[in-house]
């Protein structure tokens, strides 16, 4: 077997990317109908391809996204997706090589993060990204719950027309675009991505179902979910799949409505963010029949000192010794608090790794439990309780974008 070469795939290989990527997930190679749809997801140049003598083994790609960080700054953000390496050529370093060579170009564009959402928790740790945000899953009986009468909700909510697909992104991207980066965590969605969620089902003859609501000033919120009929005398399943609010109150009219629905007898909200206090919002918290904490977003930080720099801290300061074997230019100390953070020479107070730095970035763990279980290596005692009033945010960070 030859040597492997990492490059970026020419336009006349994307085709045969998405195939690779698609058998490494056990989907059949893209139909002529499913190529169209996701060939334009491909942003031009961001796709890196691992070749063994020509032939396509491996494959990365990334579009253009950016994140919202504490503090509220918009910094731009690689969404890393479609990663896949061939049956035949695994555990031989392709994706190493071929992930070095992705972050080495995100440093080049002078992006701060790389982001991703990961098939399985064991393989990305080791490039440096950490779970930065977490989500919570519910299912209900849906006929044992409603919200308690006091949980304010205003507005009004109107189905859209999916008569007419094409104008549905337009109207759900808007929204996204004037109301959905309130959290820290979001993410931009570009236009592919809006076609790929909010077109393209309603074309292949899905079954989902946009529900939008109009406040004082226009539309500040919309609910997307598919439904599934039960058979006769049972209720039907209902999946809500993407929730965008402007407020908790617009998320409180959002869920009135989805667990108004009549005939449903399960209720699944996939992805709520994790402070927001559902059973305390339910007349009956008994109607909750399972509750799951899963990963949401992974993020790398990728320019360390840039992004340490862009967000905001809690008072005090902690230096933080880094190292980043992948980018190593990264690698040293910080001095971070509520006067910013700079490259120090002073002694490190904790020391991480990249992926522990990736998560705490977003304040979605704190550092003394981490300390606890040996993850965050405490150089002077009291530097990690130090670290969690610095990294520690009012909310949770919260993703909500599946990519
Ligand atoms: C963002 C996304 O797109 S998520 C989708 C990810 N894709 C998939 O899960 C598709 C199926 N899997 C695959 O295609 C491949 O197995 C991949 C991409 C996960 C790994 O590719 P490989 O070329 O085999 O990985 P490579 O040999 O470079 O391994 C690098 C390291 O990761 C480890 N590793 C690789 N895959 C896994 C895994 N699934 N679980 C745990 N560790 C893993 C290797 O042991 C190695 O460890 P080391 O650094 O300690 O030596």
């Not at 994706?95 to 080049?108: F, K, P, S, V, Y």
């Not at 007419?164 to 929204?175: D, F």
């Not at 980066?181 to 989902?208: C, H, I, K, S």
């Amino acid at each position: 077997m030859g040597d492997i070469e990492i490059r970026r795939v020419p336009d006349a290989d994307l085709r045969a990317a998405a195939t690779l990527f698609r058998g490494a997930v056990h989907y059949a190679p893209p139909t002529e109908q499913e190529w169209e749809w996701v060939a334009d997801s491909y942003e031009p140049g961001r796709t890196w391809g691992a070749y063994a003598d020509g032939r396509l083994v491996g494959t990365t790609m990334a579009w253009s996204s950016d994140l919202v960080v504490p503090g509220g700054r918009v910094c731009p953000m690689a969404a890393v997706t479609r990663v896949g390496v061939s049956s035949d050529f695994r555990r031989r370093g392709v994706l190493r090589r071929l992930m070095t060579a992705q972050l080495r170009e995100c440093a080049e564009r002078g992006e701060l993060f790389a982001g991703l959402r990961a098939t399985e928790p064991g393989i990305y740790g080791r490039f440096g990204y950490g779970v930065a945000s977490r989500f919570v899953k519910y299912a209900f009986d849906a006929r044992q719950t409603s919200l308690r009468p006091e949980v304010p909700s205003g507005g009004e909510v109107r189905m859209l027309d999916i008569s007419v697909p094409e104008a549905v992104p337009a109207v759900v991207s808007a929204i996204y675009e004037r109301v959905g980066r309130g959290r820290v965590g979001t993410m931009a969605r570009p236009p592919q991505w809006w076609r790929l969620n909010y077109d393209r089902p309603f074309r292949a003859g899905e079954f989902l179902r946009v529900a939008v609501h109009r406040g004082p000033d226009g539309d500040d919120g919309f609910v997307a979910y598919r439904t599934t009929a039960g058979s006769p005398g049972e209720g039907a399943r209902v999946s809500v799949e993407d929730v965008v609010s402007a407020s908790q109150e617009v998320a409180n009219a959002l869920w009135r409505y989805v667990l108004g629905i009549d005939l449903v007898a399960e209720l699944v909200l996939w992805a709520r963010p994790v402070d927001e206090p559902v059973p305390a919002m339910l007349v009956d918290p008994r109607g909750i029949t399972a509750t799951e904490i899963r990963t949401d977003l992974w993020v790398r930080l990728v320019d360390v000192p840039a992004a340490l720099a862009a967000r905001t801290y809690g008072p005090g300061s902690v230096v933080v010794e880094v190292d980043d074997p992948v980018l190593p230019a990264n690698s040293g100390r910080y001095r971070v608090g509520a006067d910013g953070a700079v490259r120090t020479e002073e002694p490190a107070e904790i020391a991480v790794d990249l992926e522990v730095l990736s998560m705490l970035y977003l304040g979605g763990w704190r550092a003394g439990a981490l300390a606890g279980i040996g993850r965050v290596r405490e150089r002077v005692p009291g530097a990690a309780a130090r670290a969690d009033v610095v990294f520690g945010t009012a909310g949770e960070p919260w993703s909500g974008t599946f990519f």
